[in-house]
T-cell receptor
């Protein structure tokens, strides 16, 4: 399992674009990059997953450079309700590869 | 996505007692997972529960302390036995519906306080 490193916390303001970067220098060839979001008093919520280049959905975009040693979760025009902990996980997409959560990034959106 | 409910949502228990947490899913799933999240911390996997077989426990967790049942494809229970204040945590169940362990859907959690 590739180890991930992400900032412990970030602050931003409403309406801004927020980019959270995750480092995973030891990512394996068959590993995917997955991001979860956890609001206070709730379970984590899967938000996006990718292997290379760019993935976009209704919640976020995920940018992955060619060497795949890092990735950036991009949240467009954040609101107060985006205040949450964001977890970056790296691993193979099979049931034998146990999911391990790191410490995550605590994102605080200010008015 | 899957709809997952947990009961109870929270409880306050005395040390030495046991609490059973229920996890119900709105559709059949092969694998269910139990996690613990201590205050202000990340999630730690306790065990994986497949229907019809014994649960698989992670290092640091044992069946005598955290017995798990998985009687069918939509339900599981986790019991926290002989509780101590160190067991105060949020306990979450999750399911994997897509065949990828990295795309899991989580329940709302059970907040346990042991006094």
């Amino acid at each position: 399992l590739a180890k991930t490193t992400q900032p412990i916390s970030m602050d931003s303001y409403e309406g801004q674009e927020v980019n959270i970067t995750c480092s995973h220098n030891n990512i394996a060839t068959n590993d995917y990059i997955t991001w979860y979001q956890q609001f206070p008093s709730q379970g984590p919520r899967f938000i996006i997953q990718g292997y290379k280049t760019k993935v976009t959905n209704e919640v976020a975009s995920l940018f992955i450079p060619a060497d795949r040693k890092s990735s950036t979760l991009s949240l467009p025009r954040v609101s107060l309700s985006d205040t949450a902990v964001y977890y970056c996980l790296v691993g193979a997409m099979n049931r034998d590869d146990k999911i391990i959560f790191g410490k995550g990034t605590r994102l605080h959106i200010l008015p | 996505s899957a709809v997952i409910s947990q009961k109870p949502s929270r409880d306050i228990c005395q040390r030495g007692t046991s609490l059973t947490i229920q996890c119900q899913v709105d559709s059949q799933v092969t694998m269910m997972f139990w996690y613990r999240q201590q205050p202000g911390q990340s999630l730690t996997l306790i065990a994986t529960a497949n229907q019809g077989s014994e649960a698989t426990y992670e290092s640091g967790f044992v069946i005598d302390k955290f017995p798990i049942s998985r009687p069918n494809l939509t339900f599981s229970t986790l019991t926290v036995s002989n509780m101590s204040p160190e067991d105060s945590s949020i306990y979450l169940c999750s399911v994997d519906r897509t065949g990828s362990s990295y795309e899991q859907y989580f329940g709302p959690g059970t907040r346990l306080t042991v006094t």
